[in-house]
């Protein structure tokens, strides 16, 4: 669990760095950076609700602040 959290968690690096450099690259000639920063957005829900099902299911042990 705690591999797939983390490669996702890269994965969303490398999209929000690729949209950096599509915004630089393109000066707004097409859509690469706006397709490269919904896949972050999706990566970012799919980690946060990998991270509450676990919960949910007591993979991920609760404590207490």
């Excluded at 915004?23 to 097409?30: E, I």
């Amino acid at each position: 669990m705690k591999i797939v959290v983390i490669l996702l968690l890269l994965a969303i690096v490398a999209s929000l760095f690729s949209g950096l450099f599509f915004v630089y690259r393109d000066k707004g000639a097409s859509n690469r950076a706006v397709v490269s920063l919904t896949i972050r957005i999706v990566l970012s829900l799919v980690v946060f609700l990998i991270l509450v099902g676990s919960y949910f299911f007591g993979l991920v042990p609760g404590g207490r602040l």
